[in-house]
């Protein structure tokens, strides 16, 4: 890595195009069902080869895309401004220097004479500056950069960092804005901001957006990210975090300009010649510069920033089948007058702002005046703040700017439902993070929604960001009773982003899953699978074995393939295929999606489908039950969600079945899993769900054995018809089946109707000679079988398991005895007696073994029996006896190969030997060390490949040595391989030293056929010429490795084996002995060869009768319903015993016990600290009151001082002045939304005082409370005037802006058509236009209204009381719900009541008459004039003047009956001219989305009717 990006940043260097090695990502794709068709390993090497092989193509996509759509600003004409330099150089009045500029600028003529203007003189271009960004001083850390103009659009630059730089769509927005200037926090402050900072944007996958320069509060921020990636806490790439920064501001800027994109281009943070500029922080992953053309000037990035901010909170990110709106919340710490106005923007537009205390300057000025009433926040309280925090800064603050900061911090302050103020270690309060989250919820709880829909965005919120604590402590609480169904859509997404806390809230909170679960849900959870899991792999290969299903998406039947694959053939199909319309019905239908507000979900089931109507009960074979909680625990459990599958299992009924088939589902994909830590943790978590099905088996078998067992062998229909018992044996769960109780089960069954307390010697007395059943020789477990039935107690007796065996054990006892006399005494040319009872015996046990092979009582199939029979090694070993016996019996009938087919027929013995250790694994003293002696033969196997290394390097050298051309193969043989092996247990070779050499006993030239040819010799002498010093060292070293090395560690391999097994010993004993019991007790009763009387009496039964194959109740009962009922619910009884017991056990545990004592005192001092806090509180407010008092006091002595001093007595001189009263600033309660937003002391209008004037850029006149009224003194009160220029200027005022035209109007009374009079009495008429009855406004003119003085509306409120489908009145809380008529125009979100102004002479507002049809005008004017008016007078709208104002009345038509003629007539006349307005019936509640003007008077109406609101 390092050399590729060496060889980068040289070939950036020389200008050279280089590759952008990033693969775009578009956000559209996240989103999108992954192709099952691609495995994950597939797809990774697919991308990663694109990646490498397509890096310049993807560069020059890059440049290209921003070459097309992303531009800078660039001076086209200089002009000299008066300013010079930092550099003492001439430059434009742009701030560049003339070298700077285009030739044209310079030498242009076009505008010649002319002012600099930004809008003419700066044009857009192609910018030249983006790609990777590496900092020369922080490691090869790279970052993603552009210019762009600072008219680019929002839409445009998301569209960059989502789909060009690959950023996955944010969950959350945080907008830190402060001090641009370098600042100090308190460590303890800073280390908390950090950490909470950073955690919060962990766990909610957030963007940090900053202002990307290194100082002030974006270097806090850059430091945190480092801190925290230094140390670990969290994985490279989780945390994002994008500086928009000034491009003209940015030193050493000219890095960064690489026409074709620079990767990458290498930034130097040079701060110490940096000057009034400023350098990019080198923690942050993304820039973003704005240029505007300048050198030099701060702040062009904030309306940009804005923007984008607004744009990118406007978007939906989807998840989980959930899709939320992206949520933005501005921190604020420290800052000057700009992060004012920051702050203030925010909270206008409806972002919450978090303040830290503490961190100086603006951010304290709002945290000590955030908890006090608007009418304690005045300009001298400000005054007073500003000086104490801005000490440094204080002397430049004007009077008007205080009055401005006074009027901004108090509609800040006003909208506390939007401000959190937090303060480390105050109330409670120890997490930023905790604060930017609850802030959130906060402001989200103040959205005007109706009804759960602003409850479910909090709550989407809270699973986004994966906050369960956040979700109990501030959403699920008595303010709000959830119904199951409205969880559904988050308990999608939680299920499907593995978020098991918040599965288990929902839970918690009444979600059935048996409700919740359909086959649509099923479909679209297996939709979603994570595409890196085995599972999805394996669905990906069934899907490739039919290439005629074109659609990618995973049918159930799919599913049902896999899993019975991994459950073994046990087992039948858990999905059924849907019919065909059926299948049209749940798969092929397009998902629907539901917006509710910010809300939209994927719903996963058909509209109008009843979940329950999903469910199929079982008919046959071919249908089975869909059981919600097993469909989930699978869905979890091949994902391996461990957390998710305990939560799911716990609510599982047929608990011991699906911890079974859970164990055996987890060993079966670890053995195709590659990665070693998953495959150890599948095996782990295999291990714990057979330690579950052991706990509640062993609480089932202490409560009743009888019923304990039961369970074991009961046909569960949720899980394929297969048995706990066949689960347990298919996964290998030898630690279950060796359970007590199943072993007491087997032996039950081993033992039939036969006592298990009989002796052997009994049984082999009673089968020798069985009239000895009816002395009581034996005794039977049925107490009750007479004695004088015959025929019941052989039959009882013959047909128990452990007889059949021993019988079988005579048998074939008797057999060998019988088959060693013929081989050895009685094989004659002609076959005698003896050998044709042989063939006779052969061909019994062959019919045996063909009807195991045809056994099949679950009518699975024959290929299915072939392979379950051909799985057992011992029947393999039977068809090779069989077989072999067969060929000797061939050869043996033929003369001439009569002596072969002895041959064979002895190593077929041989093999008919080995059968007899099969036979003796039932033995609980054979059985163990007949298990350890084939764990051995592994050993074995792998010791010959060692052994065979050395007995061939040794055997080859010795014979090369010692023999010249040897080309008999047999003596190669012997002198290579036999002699060498002989070796090891002391046979040496005879000539290897040359001392016993005898000519006479070898063969010279190797022609005597049984003579070994003599080794090399000396013809002369007749000795041996060959080094012996060469073959005794190797003989040597050949016996020290082969005798003493690996003869050793033969010796150790089976000593670790032995230990090894040992251990488990008993238990695979215990495990194997079911499979020898279950093939004893279908086995026929007969031994062979009077088994052929069986098979005879068989194929009457199945043939000619035609009568099934049945496996016997002892191992697969089918129970009653009602049976199995009452079986399963006291399953789930002792399972809920043995879940308390393991939280007990758990609890018990010294680690748990440490933790709940650390939890405790956490708890205390949290206590200790608020009753401190308390306290204090409590004192300072005594305190407080007590100030009040004495100042109070201090006024009547003032008073009484001045009134005794104007009546004659005493002097001037020596006269008490009162001392100004100090602002109190220890007192700072906590905001809390349960606090109201208007105080008393805020009754002034408010809106009509916004900063920022509706539907144009004008400003008003910063407008304190203290200084609304007209009596109130407000010197420098100077606002604009501002009337707009209407098209219907006939029916309107004049501008206003001179007073003769207005001279001719009539205030204070009826002028013409106009009615100007107040509904509060005659108002002041100043300089020819009217003052605002309720004072100033900050601006002057008459705005946007039409006349000067009252603007009169009509306000009706149309409403009806909300009924249900049977028609009965609705309540919420006792009391009546009401419905009111609404209209909304297309592009605002609010609604409003249908009434306005109304034409000269009309009595119908405008809006009203657009939604009546003309027909119904002239009764609807009836029933206005027979309506209530529940109003009259003054509307706090935005858009009153100091000159004009809205006055209202609001007339309520209500009907009470639904069979109303003239609501049917209303409703039925109900249409919108206007294609841009819609009109609905609203409920009635106070979190519609309605003006708030509009509220108030529907809070009246509400009141009038006694109706809940």
């Not at 930004?118 to 850390?141: L, Y």
């Not at 290998?732 to 036969?754: C, E, N, P, R």
């Not at 619910?1129 to 308390?1140: A, D, F, G, R």
């Not at 003769?1300 to 009374?1309: G, Q």
């Amino acid at each position: 890595m390092e050399l590729l990006a060496k060889r980068r940043r040289d070939q950036a260097s020389s200008g050279e195009e280089d590759s952008f090695g990033v693969q775009p990502r578009r956000v559209a794709d996240l989103a999108m069902v992954p192709n099952l068709r691609w495995s994950s390993t597939g797809l990774c090497r697919r991308r990663r080869s694109q990646c490498l092989f397509s890096s310049c193509e993807k560069q020059g996509d890059l440049s290209s895309w921003i070459s097309d759509n992303i531009k800078k600003k660039e001076c086209i004409y200089f002009v000299e401004s008066s300013k010079l330099s930092d550099a003492g150089k001439v430059v434009c009045e742009c701030g560049y220097p003339r070298e700077k500029h285009l030739e044209e600028a310079t030498g242009s003529h076009t505008f010649q004479d002319q002012e600099w203007d930004p809008k003419k003189h700066v044009t857009e271009m192609p910018t030249d500056a983006f790609g990777d960004i590496v900092f020369t001083d922080s490691g090869q850390k790279v970052g993603k950069y552009v210019r762009l103009s600072q008219d680019t659009p929002s839409s445009l630059i998301y569209q960059l960092m989502t789909q060009k730089w690959g950023l996955d769509a944010p969950n959350l927005l945080i907008s830190v804005t402060g001090g641009a200037k370098d600042f100090k926090m308190k460590p303890r402050l800073k280390s908390v901001f950090r950490r909470g900072l950073l955690k919060v944007a962990q766990t909610s996958g957030a963007w940090i957006i900053t202002g990307g320069s290194h100082t002030g509060v974006m270097k806090q921020v850059g430091e945190a990210v480092r801190d925290f990636s230094l140390s670990g806490s969290f994985c490279e790439g989780e945390v994002v975090t994008i500086g928009i920064a000034t491009w003209g501001a940015l030193h050493n800027r000219e890095s960064l300009i690489h026409p074709m994109g620079g990767f990458p281009a290498e930034y130097i943070m040079d701060e110490g010649g940096q000057g009034h500029l400023t350098c990019l922080d080198s923690n942050h992953s993304h820039f973003i510069l704005v240029d505007d053309g300048t050198h030099g000037r701060y702040g062009v990035e904030i309306p940009l920033r804005t923007k984008l901010e607004k744009f990118i909170s406007q978007q939906t990110k989807e998840r989980g089948g959930v899709a939320i709106k992206i949520p933005i919340v501005c921190v604020v710490l420290e800052g000057g007058p700009g992060t004012l106005n920051t702050i203030y923007n925010a909270i206008t537009n409806g972002t919450p702002c978090v303040v830290v205390e503490g961190s100086g300057r603006v951010a304290d000025v709002i945290a000590q005046v955030a908890g006090l009433p608007i009418s304690e926040i005045t300009i001298s309280l400000i005054q007073q703040k500003l000086s104490m925090f801005f000490q440094g800064m204080f002397e430049t603050f004007t009077e008007s700017k205080i009055v401005e900061w006074t009027k901004k911090i108090q509609d800040i302050v006003r909208r506390r439902q939007l401000l959190t103020v937090f303060r480390e270690g105050k109330d409670g309060q120890q997490d930023m993070d905790v604060a930017i989250l609850q802030a959130l919820l906060k402001a989200s709880r103040s959205l005007d929604h109706f009804g759960h829909e602003n409850w479910d965005h909090q709550l989407n919120l809270a699973v986004a960001w994966n906050r369960v604590d956040i979700a109990r402590s501030e959403i699920f609480t008595d303010e709000r009773q959830w119904k199951p169904s409205e969880l559904y859509p988050m308990m999608v997404a939680a299920l499907i982003t593995n978020k098991p806390e918040f599965v288990k809230l929902f839970l918690e909170n009444g979600v059935q899953l048996k409700e919740f679960v359909s086959r649509a849900t099923l479909f679209y959870l297996y939709q979603n699978l994570e595409p890196t899991c085995l599972f999805h792999c394996k669905l990906d290969k069934m899907l490739a074995r039919e290439p005629e299903c074109l659609d990618p998406s995973v049918l159930l039947q799919h599913v049902a393939q896999v899993l019975r694959e991994l459950l073994g053939d046990s087992t039948q199909l858990l999905y059924s295929r849907p019919h065909s319309s059926d299948q049209q019905r749940l798969f092929t239908v397009p998902s629907v999606k539901i917006s509710v507000g910010a809300l939209t979900v994927h719903c996963s089931q058909v509209q109008g489908e009843n979940p329950q109507s999903s469910y199929k009960h079982s008919s046959g074979q071919a249908t089975f039950n869909i059981d919600p909680v097993r469909d989930l625990l699978i869905w979890a459990i091949v994902q391996n969600r461990r957390e998710l599958a305990e939560i799911i299992w716990a609510q599982s009924q047929d608990c011991i079945a699906a911890a079974l088939a859970c164990s055996k589902i987890l060993k079966e994909l670890s053995k195709e899993e590659e990665d070693t830590d998953s495959l150890e943790e599948m095996l782990v978590l295999a291990d714990e769900y057979e330690q579950r099905a052991i706990g509640v088996f062993t609480e089932c078998y202490r409560q009743n054995e009888e019923r304990a067992q039961k369970l074991l062998v009961r046909v569960s229909e949720t899980w394929g018809r297969t048995t706990c018992l066949q689960l347990a044996l298919e996964a290998k769960d030898m630690k279950f089946v060796s359970h007590g109780g199943i072993q007491a089960y087997l032996t039950k069954v081993w033992w039939g109707q036969l006592s298990v307390d009989n002796g052997l010697w009994r049984l082999v007395l009673c089968m020798l000679v069985f009239p000895l059943l009816y002395t009581g020789l034996v005794s039977f477990r049925n107490r009750e079988l007479p004695a004088d039935r015959c025929l019941a107690r052989v039959r009882a007796f013959f047909s128990a398991p452990v007889v059949v065996f021993h019988m079988n054990i005579l048998s074939y006892f008797a057999f060998l005895c019988l088959f060693a006399y013929v081989l050895m005494v009685d094989f004659q040319p002609q076959p005698s007696s003896c050998e044709c009872l042989i063939y006779v015996w052969l061909f019994s046990l062959a019919c045996e073994e063909l009807r195991q092979l045809f056994y099949d009582p679950d009518g699975s199939g024959l290929r299915k029996a072939v392979l379950v029979y051909f799985n057992d090694y011992w029947n393999k070993l039977d068809v090779c006896a069989i077989l072999l016996f067969i060929v000797g019996l061939t050869c043996r009938l033929m003369p001439s190969l009569l002596y072969t087919g002895r041959i064979i027929l002895s190593l077929d013995f041989t093999m008919f030997c080995l059968r007899l250790m099969h036979i003796f694994t039932i033995s609980k003293t054979l059985g163990p060390k007949i298990i350890i002696v084939k764990r051995m033969m592994k050993d074995v196997f792998f010791f010959l490949f060692l052994l065979a290394v050395w007995v061939v390097s040794f055997g080859v050298a010795k014979q090369a040595i010692l023999i010249h051309n040897e080309r008999r193969v047999e003596w190669i043989f012997r002198g290579a391989i036999y002699h060498s092996y002989l070796t090891i247990f002391g046979q040496l070779p005879t000539y290897i030293d040359g001392v016993n050499f005898k000519p006479d006993q070898c063969s010279p030239d190797g022609t005597d056929p049984y003579k070994p040819k003599c080794p090399e010799i000396d013809q002369a002498r007749q000795e041996p010429m060959f080094p012996e010093w060469l073959t005794v060292l190797l003989l040597c070293l050949y016996l020290l490795f082969a005798n003493i090395l690996l003869l050793n560690l033969l010796i150790a391999m089976f000593n670790y084996t032995f230990q090894q097994v040992q251990e488990h010993t008993d238990q695979i004993w215990k495990f194997q002995r079911h499979d020898l019991i279950e093939e004893y007790q279908g086995r026929p009763p007969a031994p062979p060869p009077f088994i052929l009387l069986s098979h005879l009496h068989l194929i009457i039964k199945r043939v000619m009768l035609k009568i099934p194959a049945e496996r016997h109740k002892q191992f697969k009962n089918k129970l009653e319903k009602t049976e199995e009922a009452a079986l399963l619910s006291w399953e789930i009884y002792l399972k809920e015993n043995y879940l308390q017991e393991q939280q007990f056990q758990q609890k018990q545990r010294p680690e748990q016990k440490i933790q709940d004592v650390s939890d405790k005192v956490d708890s205390m001092v949290r206590l200790l600290e608020m009753a401190h806090l308390k306290q204090s509180g409590a004192v300072e407010q005594r305190l407080a009151s007590l100030e009040e008092q004495v100042a109070q006091t201090a006024t009547a002595l003032h008073w009484i001082v001045k009134a005794l001093r104007d009546s004659g007595f005493g002097s001037e001189e020596g006269v008490p002045t009162l001392a100004p009263q100090k602002a109190s600033v220890g007192w700072d309660p906590e905001l809390d939304s349960g606090s109201k937003a208007e105080d008393p002391g805020d009754t002034y209008h408010v809106n009509a005082r916004h900063l920022l004037y509706p539907s144009c850029s004008v400003l008003r006149f910063p407008v304190p409370n203290e200084k609304v009224p007209w009596k109130t003194e407000f010197l420098m009160y100077n606002p604009p005037f501002y009337t707009a220029d209407r098209k219907d200027k006939d029916l309107v005022d004049p501008v206003g802006d001179a007073l003769e035209p207005l001279s001719r109007i009539s205030y204070n009374a009826v002028d013409g058509p106009v009615d100007r009079r107040s509904f509060h009495g005659v108002y002041t008429v100043r300089d020819g236009l009217p003052l605002n009855p309720m004072g100033r406004t900050g601006l002057r003119g008459r705005g946007d209204l039409s006349c000067f003085g009252p603007n009169h509306t009509l306000q009706p409120v149309i409403t009806c009381w909300r009924r249900n489908l049977d028609g009965a009145i609705c309540r919420k809380n006792v009391k009546k719900m009401l419905e009111v008529l609404v209209v909304k125009h297309g592009p605002s979100e609010h609604w409003m009541l249908p009434g306005g102004s109304r034409e000269p002479g009309e009595m119908l507002p405008r809006k009203l008459k657009q939604v009546l049809r003309r027909e119904l005008w002239s009764s609807f004017e009836r029933l206005l004039t027979q309506g209530m008016k529940v109003y009259k007078g003054y509307v706090d709208d935005p858009r009153n003047t100091d000159n004009a104002w809205i006055e209202t009345v609001a007339v309520s038509i209500h009907f009470p009956d639904q069979n109303d003629v003239e609501l049917k007539r209303l409703n039925s006349h109900l249409h919108s001219c206007d294609e841009g307005m819609a009109i609905r019936w609203q409920v009635v509640d106070e979190r519609i989305p309605l003006y708030d003007n509009h509220k108030v008077i529907l809070q009246k109406v509400a009141s009038l009717f006694m109706a809940y609101y």
